[in-house]
């Protein structure tokens, strides 16, 4: 946001209603629309920080759930005992880290790369992180579960979308209200994830 612009709706009801980002209204929709969480589930939480998308899932998934919260910066929000945050660096971490931390029933991932204002350079870095963040959920996503994750709109992303269709029963492609009108920004989900992922 500008300095001195007067925040959009969606920044003003985020700090009214105490949580860490308006994205969190893109995750609620995108469940809304889906039906992505439930109660019990246990989620892997890739780029969580500053922690909106987590907030707004401690409830979903409950205490009889579990969430791992992943980013290279700390978590800017409180949370319960059954979310543990983690920091590391999702890109160099190996992928037998992640399928220990598992098995999962949901990933998501918002992670965004440092924009260049370069848009093909900027679309090119999100495909990497999204290809990355596939990876993650073949190492340990349990058979039927759900993937999300941001992807700025490029020449990679159909070859992205087609990785997805090979590993989940549905894939859907959303741009939810809360994201700015000029973005390029889209979300990839993957519902009902097929029991043997594809070899690279």
């Known amino acids: 946001m500008k300095p001195g612009a007067k925040p959009d709706r969606f920044t ?8 860490a980002a308006r994205s969190v209204y893109k995750l609620e929709e ?6 992505v969480f ?8 890739l780029g969580a ?14 205490g009889k759930g579990a969430i791992v919260a992943v ?3 700390p978590l800017k929000v409180k949370v319960p005992a059954y979310v543990q945050a983690m920091q590391f660096d999702v890109l160099a971490a190996p992928l037998d880290e992640f399928a220990k931390l598992g098995p999962f ?6 992670m965004a790369p440092h924009t260049s204002g370069v848009q093909d350079a900027d679309a090119a870095r999100s495909a990497e992180l999204v290809d990355r963040a596939i990876d993650i959920a073949d190492a340990c996503l349990a058979p039927g579960g759900h993937f999300v994750a941001k992807i700025f709109q490029g020449a ?14 549905t894939v859907r492609v959303l741009k939810p209200e809360a994201s700015r009108k000029e973005s390029v920004e889209i979300y990839l989900v993957g519902l009902g994830r097929t029991v043997k992922a594809p070899t690279p």
């Open 71 to 73: 980013d290279l910066n």
């Open 156 to 169: 990679e992303f159909e070859a992205v979308r087609k990785r997805l269709r090979e590993r989940y029963e």
């Open 49 to 62: 920080a500053p922690g909106s998308w987590t907030q707004w899932m401690v409830p979903r998934v409950g």
């Open 105 to 110: 029933d949901v990933v998501v991932s918002d």
């Open 38 to 45: 439930r109660t019990g589930q246990r989620v892997l939480d």
């Open 30 to 35: 995108i469940d809304r629309r889906c039906r």
């Open 12 to 19: 003003a009801r985020a700090h009214q209603e105490g949580f």
